[in-house]
């Protein structure tokens, strides 16, 4: 693994939620004055090949990576784009009874107006 895959890597570990890639960007910079933006994408996408970094994606809003590649769900407020997990039985083996697949990965986004929002 590369120094730069590695602190990125690191960074979304030790983050306390869901960052984006700017976010992300910006505290690896902090670490690594050099660092390129397109560097940061290029490794975000392979660090979410393999499986070893979760990806949540919005229409209208930037992608959030996240450290946890455990099913859970999402409960996304459409104000503010504040991003909260949550846990629920894994459904995976149900949709694949249901539809007769092989089910690689699902997501479950929750919306809501948050109460900061209201
Ligand atoms: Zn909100
Ligand atoms: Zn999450």
Not at 59 to 68: C, T
Not at 78 to 107: A, M, N, T, W
């Amino acid at each position: 693994m590369t120094k730069q895959k590695l602190l990125i890597k690191k960074i979304i570990e030790s983050a306390n939620g869901h960052l984006t890639a700017e976010e992300i960007y910006q505290l690896a910079k902090a670490q690594m004055p050099h660092i390129a933006l397109g560097t940061v994408y290029r490794n975000l996408g392979k660090l979410c090949e393999a499986n070893e970094i979760g990806l949540i994606s919005v229409s209208g809003k930037p992608d959030h990576y996240d450290k946890s590649v455990i099913a859970h769900g999402h409960l996304i407020c459409d104000s503010c784009g504040k991003i909260v997990d949550f846990h629920l039985e894994d459904i995976k083996d149900r949709v694949e009874k249901l539809l007769d697949v092989e089910v690689i990965s699902y997501d479950f986004n929750a919306h809501y107006v948050c109460d900061d929002c209201k």
